[in-house]
């Protein structure tokens, strides 16, 4: 039974709550279905602002901003590093 540490006490069995793989590859799948969703979003902005005559540059970039920092965020849970200290012990 693995048991946390810190300062030298146990905290408890922590093998549920260690991520699996697994889990990073659903968790990388819902940052890029969330940047779909952004994306849908900001051509649905910028259609409205158009149909108004109103400008619509600015909002598309800021929305397209939030859809590329959360397509990285994916992607950046999908590297080495995550998968090294998520790694599944078994």
Not at 15 to 21: I, L, M, Q, T, Y
Request: aromatic share 8%.
């Amino acid at each position: 039974m693995k048991t946390a540490t810190w300062s030298g006490r146990s905290r408890g069995n922590i093998g549920n709550a260690v991520a699996k793989p697994s889990m990073l590859v659903a968790i990388a799948m819902m940052f890029g279905s969330v940047s779909a969703i952004w994306l849908e979003t900001a051509w649905q902005i910028v259609a409205m602002r158009r149909l108004f005559g109103e400008p619509w540059l600015r909002s598309a970039f800021i929305i397209g901003t939030v859809a590329t920092i959360t397509v990285l965020a994916g992607v950046l849970l999908n590297g080495k590093t995550p998968r090294a200290r998520y790694r599944a012990d078994e």
